[in-house]
């Protein structure tokens, strides 16, 4: 089955640059009207003219529920329906031992990594997905799957969207399929500080297939979660890792 969305309208959070800007470049390519979302205006229409094939772009803080309501409302008005829902838009604002983690930087990484996504799915489902039906991709992380010295807290969060999409999941079908993709290290602004330098080349070395992901990795197979080609597929997740959690523990 060829992967297009032709005739889908597609919202994508944090779709202003790396993983988000891929996907929303692929969804264009595969037909969909797509609708990118983020803080920073002059960002979003630099990323909506670079991706083209008629991208449209709302500026909004993806963690202010107001803020969601808003552009859920503005992508039907504008291109007609919300049948695809990336929620993608994370933060980590904190690194170190979870037990050390002050409480304003603990809230904003639930805030926009756990809460967000449960509230922009619901506006998708208020607003069109539940009389019409949809998809739900959520990005979390290879980080939801195991401890981390430094990365705890952005691990726990993202452990609680794959929990937070399987439930949904159950709860939205048979109309409304929600799944997830759990991104290795990846070479995105975000996690340059993870992949610069040697350390990234550590990282590679460590996967069994010897190499970093690049948004169109992610890219790929949101756009599978997305099409008509996983229509039986719901609850689930897809880890892209290069191998790394099957790599041997010797290298």
């Known amino acids: 089955m060829e992967m297009r969305l032709d005739g889908k309208v597609a919202v994508i959070t944090g779709g202003s640059r790396g993983i988000g800007k891929g996907i929303a ?5 595969a037909g969909a009207a797509v609708m990118i979302v983020s803080r920073k205006a002059e960002t979003l229409e630099q990323a909506a003219d670079e991706i083209g094939q008629g991208c449209q772009w709302i500026s909004a803080n993806v963690g202010d529920p107001d803020a969601a309501a808003e552009a859920v409302a503005a992508t039907i008005d504008r291109l007609g329906s919300l049948d695809i829902l990336v929620n993608n838009a ?11 983690v002050d409480l304003p930087r603990w809230e904003k990484t639930i805030q926009v990594n756990v809460t967000a996504p449960l509230v922009w799915t619901q506006q998708a489902w208020s607003s069109w997905m539940s009389e019409h039906g949809g998809t739900v991709v959520n990005i979390a992380s290879v980080g939801a799957l195991h401890t981390s010295r430094i990365l705890g ?7 609680a969207l794959v929990y937070q999409s399987r439930q949904l999941a159950a709860e ?3 109309t409304t399929r929600v799944n997830t993709i759990l991104p290795g290290l ?5 996690a340059r500080v993870l992949w610069e330098g040697e350390r990234g080349a550590e990282v590679a070395e460590s996967y069994p297939l010897r190499r970093l992901g690049e948004p169109s990795d992610i890219a790929n197979a949101a756009l599978y979660l997305a099409s008509d080609a996983s229509s039986w597929m ?3 997740e897809l880890v892209l890792d290069g191998g790394g959690t099957v790599a041997f523990a010797d290298g």
Request: glycine share 8%; aromatic share 12%; charged share 20%.
């Open 186 to 190: 990846i070479r995105t602004d975000f």
């Open 25 to 29: 470049a692929r969804f264009a390519e």
């Open 172 to 174: 939205l079908a048979p």
């Open 234 to 236: 719901t609850g689930q």
């Open 90 to 100: 994370a933060t980590n604002p904190y690194a170190g031992p979870m037990i050390d």
């Open 153 to 159: 807290v952005y691990g726990m969060s993202k452990a």
